[in-house]
């Protein structure tokens, strides 16, 4: 296996475009995150003015609703969510500007169609590693929607938060691959 690359959000968000499925990956800049309902939210905002808000072209959205923080840390743990859950509103979001999405598990077809014709990519944190995750996180910031709590859009500067290019930037996944290589192995 290969040393993970660094790199640092949003200011090289371009380097992702070279990473291929499977690549470790060491992120430090910023990360946003949004589940579900900050997710319909955006969507719903994108729609109206044709445009992302809040500054969100070029940078990465983390599937992820940060538990509050501990005494002394800006966040508590921050453990990815499934990814598939904002799937419907991804393709939007990604032709709109996002550069990457981070989060956990499989994508949908569609997801996998937008990230080869947009150049973004989809990474892979760990599940059940939120408390490392969380320890990761430098500061934490409510964007907008203070009202969903957790689920609020918060923008996160992380150092070295560890993940793997599940989907790269030419459709490439990750996930599909290792089913077939999987399957093929058991035969």
């Known amino acids: 296996m290969s040393e993970a690359v660094r790199i640092h959000l949003p200011g090289e968000a371009g380097a992702l475009r070279a990473l291929s499925a499977g690549d470790e990956v060491l992120l430090s800049g910023v990360l ?3 589940r579900d309902a900050t997710h319909a939210r955006l969507a719903a905002e994108l729609e109206a003015a044709g445009e ?16 509050p923080p501990r005494p002394g840390w800006p966040a508590g743990a ?22 990457a999405t ?11 169609q ?11 944190a760990v599940g059940g590693a939120a408390a490392l995750l969380g320890a990761r996180v430098e500061s934490a910031e409510v964007v907008a ?5 957790t689920e609020a ?5 992380v150092r070295d938060f560890p993940a793997f290019v599940a989907i790269d930037a030419h459709g490439n996944d990750l ?6 290589e999987w399957r093929e192995a058991a035969r």
């Open 145 to 149: 929607y203070p009202e969903l709590g």
């Open 78 to 99: 921050v453990g990815p969510t499934t990814a598939r859950r904002m799937d419907a509103w991804t393709p939007a979001l990604l032709r709109a500007g996002i550069v």
């Open 52 to 67: 992302l808000p809040y500054g969100l072209a070029g940078n990465a959205l983390f599937y992820a609703g940060p538990t």
């Open 153 to 157: 859009l918060m923008r996160l500067a």
């Open 175 to 180: 996930y599909a691959s290792a089913a077939s």
């Open 102 to 112: 981070v989060g956990k598990g499989p994508r949908s077809e569609a997801v996998r």
């Open 32 to 34: 946003y995150t949004a």
């Open 114 to 124: 937008v990230c080869a014709e947009t150049g973004a990519v989809y990474l892979a």
